[in-house]
């Protein structure tokens, strides 16, 4: 993709295989960078009654979500003076001690062969009282999420800002098949990569799933019977219909705000130009017309203008056009490519790929002042997607010669890789909020 905009296309077989869950999940989060400032917090392992073990380590998953924020600093058990499982049982002054400003505690019960109830506390240390507290009754599977909940809730009391661990991201995987070529699969797993689960298998590439504002469906780009087509699937049924099959390219799909909208790249009447089109019936507005090539469209969270990719200018640079067409305004200037851009849910800042002559890298661009900051160091990072709360990027990088996740604080400070057992990871999208999955 980054060499040239033509290279988005590629030839993609599909055979749709909806809701199975993954054997090879298994996983590997490195945090390569911390800013070392984060709020110091303190999380007591929960107490457990049951007589087997519990199907999940709660708070583990919790201090697992807040670290890899970067918004947060976990202080070592090992300092610990105490480990209370409840308020009444704290001492506040032990935890002043240690510099703890926040202090995360709670319990985990069996109540039932396969049902649990899960309770936690966030008390400030310094005014020694509770912050947020709730409890929760789910069977065994649903107690990771759960954790991802608590974790939100912690993260949106302490920050003022809502969190997106109780979210999903997309992203494809590209192993070696029996027969020795690819097989590439289209994944659906939890914000920290755990729990994959493949919503489409090919033997050959797939691009730019994107996914609907109600999280339930992913539009996406495959080939068949030898032409470009994009397909929307329901995420959960498998169920799924082709949208745009125009001669030539159907490519770069992106939802609407309101989910009602596609706005994709078609070349049906010669050049590679932004279209939107109406998913209820397939009809078709065009957006830009030059000469040029014009790609990789992304909405405006307020649904009026769009961004896209063009070299009208020689190299590739983003542009900004009404969403229902007209003049095209250039937003960047800086440096020789800068390509794939989306909005944080404000609409204040744009993610990137650009190359400022060392590489291909991740960036956030200010469109009210035309600041533009690089935030990796790679060479050959790609795809980047905004969480649905705008604190962190997640996006596509080589190691080894090996494609992996890895992900990137909006502000530069925190970064950390997400290395799968098998095979290479590319293309990732993170979900929005109030996922039903």
């Given amino acids: 993709m980054m060499s040239q905009i033509k290279s988005l296309v590629v030839t993609v077989l599909v055979l749709v295989v909806a809701g199975v869950q993954l054997a090879h999940s298994a996983l590997t989060i490195d945090i390569t960078s911390a800013s070392g400032d984060g709020v110091p917090i303190a999380i007591v392992p929960f107490e457990w009654k049951g007589s087997a073990p519990p199907p999940q380590e709660v708070s583990a998953i919790i201090e697992s979500n807040l670290v890899r924020s970067g918004k947060f600093d976990a202080i070592s058990k090992n300092d610990f003076l105490e480990a209370p499982h409840d308020n009444s049982q704290v001492s506040y002054k032990n935890w002043r001690l240690l510099k703890a400003e926040a202090l995360i505690l709670g319990q985990l019960r069996a109540i039932s062969p396969d049902k649990y109830e899960a309770r936690f506390q966030l008390l400030d240390v310094y ?94 780009v495959s080939f068949e019977n030898g032409g470009s087509k994009i397909f929307v699937q329901d995420v959960f049924s498998g169920k799924r219909d082709r949208v745009a099959n125009f001669p030539g390219l159907n490519s770069a799909p992106a939802w609407s705000p309101d989910g009602l909208k596609l706005a994709l790249t078609l070349s049906r009447d010669g050049n590679p130009e932004i279209y939107v089109m109406r998913v209820s019936d397939g009809t078709l507005q065009r957006i830009t017309r030059h000469h040029a090539i014009d790609t990789e469209p992304s909405w405006a969270p307020d649904g009026k203008s769009l961004v896209f990719t063009s070299d009208r200018a020689g190299k590739p640079q983003i542009y900004q056009v009404s969403a229902s067409g007209g003049a095209a305004k250039r937003l960047t200037f800086e440096g020789a490519y800068n390509a794939r851009a989306s909005y944080d849910s404000t609409g204040k800042k744009l993610v990137l ?85």
């Avoid at 070696?176 to 489409?200: C, F, H, I, Q, W």
């Avoid at 190691?399 to 400070?413: E, M, Y």
């Fill in 127 to 220: 005014k020694e009282k509770q912050l947020a507290g709730y409890q929760f009754v789910v069977s065994g599977k649903q107690l990771r999420k759960v954790a991802h909940q608590i974790s939100d809730i912690i993260y949106e009391t302490l920050t003022g800002n809502p969190g997106a661990f109780d979210t999903k991201i997309a992203y494809v995987t590209v192993t070696k098949s029996a027969s020795g070529g690819n097989n590439n699969l289209l994944v659906v797993a939890d914000s920290d990569g755990y729990g994959p689960r493949e919503v489409l298998s090919s033997k050959d590439p797939i691009i730019s799933p994107a996914w609907s504002k109600d999280g339930q469906k992913l539009a996406y």
């Fill in 353 to 437: 790929v650009t190359n400022q002559g060392n590489g291909f890298q991740i960036g956030v661009f200010y469109p009210d002042n035309g600041g533009l900051q690089v935030l990796t160091q790679s060479r050959l990072d790609e795809s980047p997607s905004f969480a649905p709360n705008g604190d962190m990027i997640l996006y596509a990088t080589q190691t080894g010669g090996k494609g992996i996740l890895a992900a990137v604080s909006s502000d530069g400070r925190v970064k950390q890789r997400l290395r799968f057992l098998d095979g290479s990871v590319r293309e990732p999208a993170w979900s929005p909020f109030n996922l039903k999955l």
